[in-house]
């Protein structure tokens, strides 16, 4: 149980870093999207440390800095990498279902779904089609 939530909470460090560099490409709507997304990783962030925190599991720290896939220098790149960032996260909840029980399970599904909706509103917000994929956080 414990290395699929450390590996989640290392996802949402990523996350978190990577809307720094989506969000100031982005105007408007879209901006205040990346926003609130961003919020969304840092709440699961810390509802995630303090539950590491709780089962006595050290807590993974943030990295000063992460690898992104190419540079993000506009707006199609900067939704582009929310799309990905969003799978990504998603993949590593994803392999945190069949590791986890009870509450912790119904977080990391949550959490799932929530990647998932929000590379969704990306891919229209972005016009890329098919807005959805059959399964979510399968890596293939």
Known sequence: MSAGLTAALTAEHAAIYAYGLIGVRLKDAAEAEAHAAEAAHRARRDALTVLL???????????????????????????????????????VWRAALPVTTGDQRGQALAALTDCAVRATRWRRTAGTNPLTVAFPGRVT
């Open 53 to 91: 925190n709780e089962t006595s599991v050290t807590p993974p720290p943030a990295e000063p800095a992460y690898a992104v896939p190419y540079p993000v220098t506009d707006a199609a790149s900067a939704l582009r990498l929310a799309v990905e960032i969003e799978e990504r996260t998603a993949a």
